[in-house]
C-alpha cells in the first residue's frame, strides 16, 4: 500500500501522525468520494495500539508545551493559520472531494475560517487575564494552568473547520492533543498534521489517528493520561463516550444534534423568513445548528409556502465543485438510507410531501418539506441530518414556543418577527444554545458554543474553550509579614 494517496491533485500522506512521525496501521479502511462513490484510497485503520502511542506522545510532549511561553505558543498557531491560507486552495478541494459540501463555501467562508480559528485563539490567549482581588490583605491570582493531553474527536459534516476550533484553543492553552476525525472524511486532519509541523509545532503537541470509532473510540476516551475529552457528534456515541470517560472521571465537552426550530411570525419579512428556510438546505442539510422545524403563525402559512416552494424548487443540486450548485450530495450511501427511512415512514405515517421526499441519482437526496405532521412523530422528534425540513402551523407566542422547545434537544433556535418587544419575550422563553432573530448562522467565536438538553454538555468560544481546556487556579499570596496565628 502506498502512503500517499492523491485527490484532485493534492498529495495526501494516509497514515497517522504520531510523535512528530507518520505510521502506518496493519490494517486499512477505504475512503470514498460522495462525488461519485468512487474510492479515494486506503487509510491507515488505528486500534487501542495507535491510540496508546498517540496519548504516550502527547504526553511526553506535554511539558515542554505547557511550559512555553504563551507568545511563542501564539507565535506557532499564527503560523499555522498562515499554514492554512497558503493551503486554502488545496484543503478546499480535498474537503469537497472527501464530504461532498460545497468548493466556493470551503473556499471562501470554511477555510478561511479554520485559519481563523487559529488566529482567534491564539490570540484571545495573550488577553487572557482574570484582575487579582483581595482578602483580608491577601491577593487572589486566578491562573489558567494546561489541563494535559486531550483527546479531539470530530464528524463528517465539517471536519476542518471543527476540529480545528477544538485544536486550537487546546493548543492555545498549552495542551497537547490527540485528534481523531471521522471516518468517513479523515483527509484534511492529515493535511493540517503537515501545515503544523511545517509552521514549528513541536512533535507530539498534535497528534492525528483515523479508524473507526468503534475500534479506536475507547482506548482514547478511557486512557487515564487523558485530562480532556472535546466531542463532536451524535447523542449516541456521546453517550458511549461520557460512559467510557467515567472511568478516569475525565472532563468532557459534547456538542451534539439538534432539532432546531425557525419561528416564522405573521409580522415577520416573509422574504427573509423563506431565505431563512431556504438556507437549512444548506450542505444537503448536514449541518448540526440546522432549523429544521419550520414553525409558521397561521395567518402566513399558506403564503410563506407558496414562496418557499417557488424558491427552494429553483436550487441546483449537482457537482459541489460547480460555482452554480447550492446544494451537493449527501456524505455516504448510509447517510442516504438513514435519510431516506425517516421520509418514508414520515409518508407512511400520513405526512405529505410538499416538496422532494425521494432519493435521486448517485447520493443526492432531493430537497424536502414535510407538511402534516404530529408533534409526537419521529420525522419532528428525531434529527434527520439530511436535507429534510418539516411545516407546523401555530397560533400565538405561547404555541410558538411549546412547540418550538417540545423536543430532547436544544443547539439554536431561530426567531423571524419584525417586532423587537415580540423578539424579546419569545427568545427569553427559547431553550437553545443560540438564538438568531432575523438571521442564521452569524458566529462569533467570542459567543459560547453549546447545546442545551441532549444538544450538548458545556460551552466552547472565547475564554469558555479556555474554561474547559484549563485547570483553573487561584493562589492566594499573604502580605508581607502575615501571621496565620493572629491575623
Ligand atoms: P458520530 O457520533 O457517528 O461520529 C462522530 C465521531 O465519533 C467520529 O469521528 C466517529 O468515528 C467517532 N466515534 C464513533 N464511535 C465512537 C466511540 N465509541 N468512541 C469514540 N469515538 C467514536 O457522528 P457523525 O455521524 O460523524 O456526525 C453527525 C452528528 O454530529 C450529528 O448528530 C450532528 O448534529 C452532530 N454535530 C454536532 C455539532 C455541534 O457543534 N453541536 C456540529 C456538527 C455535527
Not at 494516509?14 to 460522495?34: E, L, M, N, Q, Y
Not at 425521494?358 to 414535510?370: E, I, M, N, S, V
Request: net charge negative; aromatic share 6%; hydrophobic share 40%.
Amino acid at each position: 500500500m502506498s502512503d500517499n494517496i492523491t485527490v484532485a491533485g493534492v498529495s495526501v500522506d494516509t497514515r497517522h501522525w504520531i510523535g512528530g512521525r507518520r505510521v502506518a496501521s496493519a490494517g486499512t479502511f477505504t475512503d470514498h468520494s460522495p462525488l461519485d462513490g468512487s474510492a479515494l484510497g486506503e487509510i491507515a485503520r488505528g486500534g487501542p495500539d495507535e491510540a496508546a502511542a498517540a496519548v504516550a506522545a502527547a504526553r511526553e510532549a506535554f511539558p515542554a508545551w505547557a511550559a512555553t511561553p504563551r507568545a511563542e505558543r501564539a507565535r506557532i498557531l499564527h503560523a499555522v493559520a498562515d499554514g492554512v491560507e497558503k493551503r486554502i486552495e488545496e484543503l478546499a478541494i480535498v474537503e469537497t472531494t472527501d464530504n461532498g459540501a460545497l468548493l466556493r463555501s470551503h473556499r471562501r467562508g470554511v477555510m478561511p475560517r479554520v485559519a481563523h480559528n487559529f488566529r482567534f485563539f491564539a490570540d484571545w490567549l495573550l488577553r487572557l487575564d482574570h484582575e487579582d482581588f483581595e482578602t483580608r490583605g491577601h491577593t487572589n491570582h486566578v491562573s489558567w494552568d494546561p489541563a494535559g493531553p486531550c483527546v479531539l474527536i470530530t464528524p463528517w459534516n465539517a471536519p476542518l473547520m471543527l476540529a480545528t476550533w477544538k485544536v486550537a484553543p487546546a493548543l492555545a492553552a498549552g495542551n497537547t492533543v490527540v485528534l481523531k476525525p471521522a471516518e468517513w472524511s479523515p483527509l484534511t486532519a492529515s493535511l493540517l498534521a503537515d501545515i503544523a509541523a511545517e509552521a514549528g509545532l513541536p512533535a507530539g503537541v498534535l497528534n492525528v489517528v483515523q479508524g473507526y470509532g468503534s475500534e479506536i473510540g475507547d482506548a482514547l476516551t478511557s486512557h487515564p493520561d487523558v485530562r480532556r475529552i472535546s466531542f463532536t457528534g451524535s447523542v449516541p456515541t456521546a453517550r458511549r463516550i461520557a460512559a467510557s470517560a467515567a472511568a478516569n472521571l475525565t472532563p468532557l465537552s459534547l456538542e451534539l444534534g439538534g432539532k432546531s426550530p425557525l419561528l416564522v411570525f405573521a409580522d415577520a419579512d416573509l422574504d427573509l423568513a423563506v431565505d431563512l428556510a431556504v438556507e437549512q438546505y444548506d450542505n444537503a442539510g448536514q449541518v448540526c445548528l440546522a432549523a429544521t422545524r419550520l414553525l409558521v403563525e397561521e395567518p402566513v402559512a399558506e403564503e410563506f409556502t407558496r414562496r418557499f416552494t417557488e424558491k427552494a424548487s429553483a436550487l441546483r443540486q449537482g457537482d459541489p465543485r460547480d460555482e452554480g450548485t447550492d446544494i451537493g450530495p449527501t456524505i455516504h450511501p448510509r447517510q442516504l438510507d438513514k435519510i431516506d427511512g425517516f421520509v418514508q415512514r414520515a409518508l407512511a405515517a400520513g405526512a405529505r410531501a410538499v416538496i422532494g421526499g425521494h432519493r435521486k441519482d448517485g447520493q443526492y437526496y432531493a430537497p424536502t418539506l414535510l407538511t402534516d405532521v404530529a408533534q409526537d412523530s419521529e420525522i419532528v422528534q428525531e434529527e434527520v441530518f439530511g436535507p429534510v425540513l418539516t411545516l407546523q402551523t401555530f397560533a400565538g407566542e405561547d404555541e410558538a414556543v411549546r412547540l418550538a422547545n417540545d423536543t430532547r434537544f436544544g443547539l439554536a433556535a431561530t426567531v423571524a418577527t419584525g417586532d423587537r418587544e415580540r423578539a424579546e419575550r419569545v427568545t427569553a422563553r427559547l431553550v437553545a444554545g443560540t438564538v438568531w432573530v432575523n438571521c442564521f448562522f452569524v458566529r462569533d467565536l467570542r459567543a459560547p458554543f453549546g447545546g442545551s438538553r441532549q444538544s450538548g454538555v458545556g460551552r466552547e468560544g472565547g475564554t469558555w474553550s479556555f474554561d474547559f481546556y484549563c485547570d483553573l487556579k487561584n493562589t492566594v499570596t499573604a502580605p508581607e509579614g502575615w501571621d496565620q496565628d493572629h491575623g
